[in-house]
């Protein structure tokens, strides 16, 4: 039995312990005679641990998709194995190392429920970063971290060149799917979800949205996702929805990051167009021809943008009125 609590210490009897001591610190590079590991919950989330050896004062992360009660143990599976897979992935295209690197994965069992074990990285996320500069006035540390960040997803894009064009039907088909998760939750009424589904299918009649070839996506960029480490490096975890897609997933789902933390915490949605701009355009100075791509990105940003604001509008703990304009947003977006 798996007995893994709040701020408490592993019994040695317990098999996640001999996980830890026996494959996880190996492969970690470490020995340890009698190791010592306490387990407690990494910030509010109740699927992520934080596994501390106290000798050493190493710390590794533990994932387990096994809590994850609405899923079935195939489905649990293949996430375990999909998210491994895509972390060797990424780190054997180059992403293992400053500045630009994914979270190393040290072990997978199915029979520890579901268990990914990763190393710890520490520093601050994104998100810390946005605070800092809606609330303090820090904004050149905050466009000094998006450049770092465009910088990762510039090598990120870049792992595999793809030939085939994007399957633009796929993220159209996201869209709808949100939309109408939205309208069963009352958060659009019959008006808004026949307007949204619309301007959806008017974007999946243009060429542009197809034209793009596949790149690698990390495909869930929300500033709690990227880490920045003392010596200017940023480090990518959760890489469950990594795939081949448009680059401009990424690019969209993070603007619309930094336009919603700007218009829920100061209610200055604006405040946050420089910072998306920056970004945008330092991601796109790194190709041959700048501009040309520069016009390119801007343009299918609209809809991964819009992607992005209904995706954020499912959080039912954000308030009724700010949920209520990431979808009007959104509609503005795809109407421009």
């Not at 007995?3 to 340890?32: F, Q």
């Not at 998709?65 to 996430?79: A, K, P, T």
């Not at 469950?240 to 448009?246: I, W």
């Given at each position: 039995?798996?007995?893994?609590?709040?701020?408490?210490?592993?019994?040695?009897?317990?098999?996640?312990?001999?996980?830890?001591?026996?494959?996880?610190?190996?492969?970690a590079?470490?020995?340890?005679?009698?190791?010592?590991?306490?387990?407690?919950?990494?910030?509010?989330?109740?699927?992520?641990?934080?596994?501390?050896e106290?000798?050493?004062?190493?710390?590794?992360?533990?994932?387990?998709?096994?809590?994850?009660?609405?899923?079935?143990?195939?489905?649990?599976?293949?996430?375990?194995?999909?998210?491994?897979?895509?972390?060797?992935?990424?780190?054997?295209?180059?992403?293992?190392?400053?500045?630009?690197?994914?979270?190393?994965p040290?072990?997978?069992?199915?029979?520890?429920?579901?268990?990914?074990?990763?190393?710890?990285?520490?520093?601050?996320?994104?998100?810390?970063?946005?605070?800092?500069?809606?609330?303090?006035?820090?904004?050149?540390?905050?466009?000094?971290?998006?450049?770092?960040?465009?910088?990762?997803?510039?090598?990120?894009?870049?792992?595999?060149?793809?030939?085939?064009?994007?399957?633009?039907?796929?993220?159209?088909?996201?869209?709808?799917?949100?939309?109408?998760?939205?309208?069963?939750?009352?958060l659009?009424?019959?008006?808004?979800?026949?307007?949204?589904?619309?301007?959806?299918?008017?974007?999946?009649?243009?060429?542009?949205?197809?034209?793009?070839?596949?790149?690698?996506?990390?495909?869930?960029?929300?500033?709690?996702?990227?880490?920045?480490?003392?010596?200017?490096?940023?480090?990518?975890?959760?890489?469950?929805?990594?795939?081949?897609?448009?680059?401009?997933?990424?690019?969209?789902?993070?603007?619309a990051?930094?336009k919603?933390?700007?218009?829920?915490?100061?209610?200055?949605?604006?405040?946050?167009?420089?910072?998306?701009?920056?970004?945008?355009?330092?991601?796109?100075?790194?190709?041959?021809?700048?501009?040309?791509?520069?016009?390119?990105?801007?343009?299918?940003?609209?809809?991964?943008?819009?992607?992005?604001?209904?995706?954020?509008?499912?959080?039912?703990?954000?308030?009724?009125q700010?949920?209520?304009?990431?979808?009007?947003?959104?509609?503005?977006?795809?109407?421009?």
């Amino acid at each position: 039995m798996l007995t893994v609590m709040v701020n408490h210490r592993i019994d040695v009897k317990d098999p996640l312990y001999r996980h830890l001591s026996t494959v996880v610190l190996p492969r970690a590079g470490l020995e340890v005679k009698d190791p010592d590991f306490e387990s407690s919950h990494l910030g509010t989330c109740e699927t992520i641990y934080l596994f501390e050896e106290k000798k050493t004062r190493v710390c590794f992360v533990g994932k387990f998709f096994g809590f994850r009660s609405q899923l079935s143990d195939c489905d649990r599976r293949n996430l375990l194995n999909h998210e491994f897979k895509n972390l060797c992935l990424a780190r054997n295209m180059g992403l293992c190392s400053v500045p630009n690197r994914v979270v190393q994965p040290l072990s997978k069992t199915e029979g520890l429920n579901f268990l990914l074990v990763e190393d710890y990285v520490r520093g601050h996320d994104l998100d810390y970063y946005i605070a800092k500069a809606i609330y303090n006035g820090q904004h050149d540390r905050l466009r000094q971290k998006l450049t770092l960040l465009a910088h990762f997803f510039f090598q990120l894009h870049s792992c595999i060149t793809g030939t085939n064009q994007v399957n633009f039907g796929d993220d159209a088909n996201y869209f709808q799917s949100i939309i109408e998760s939205l309208a069963r939750d009352r958060l659009l009424d019959t008006k808004a979800v026949s307007e949204l589904s619309h301007l959806c299918n008017q974007w999946e009649k243009t060429d542009e949205m197809w034209s793009a070839k596949t790149a690698l996506v990390h495909g869930d960029t929300t500033p709690t996702n990227f880490i920045f480490h003392p010596d200017d490096g940023v480090t990518a975890i959760d890489l469950e929805r990594m795939h081949l897609g448009d680059s401009v997933y990424d690019i969209g789902m993070l603007a619309a990051e930094l336009k919603h933390h700007f218009a829920w915490r100061i209610l200055k949605a604006d405040a946050g167009e420089p910072f998306i701009t920056h970004f945008l355009k330092t991601y796109c100075a790194q190709f041959s021809d700048p501009e040309n791509v520069f016009n390119q990105v801007n343009l299918r940003n609209r809809f991964y943008m819009a992607l992005g604001e209904i995706r954020i509008a499912r959080n039912p703990w954000l308030p009724l009125q700010h949920r209520t304009w990431l979808t009007e947003e959104a509609r503005r977006c795809l109407r421009q």
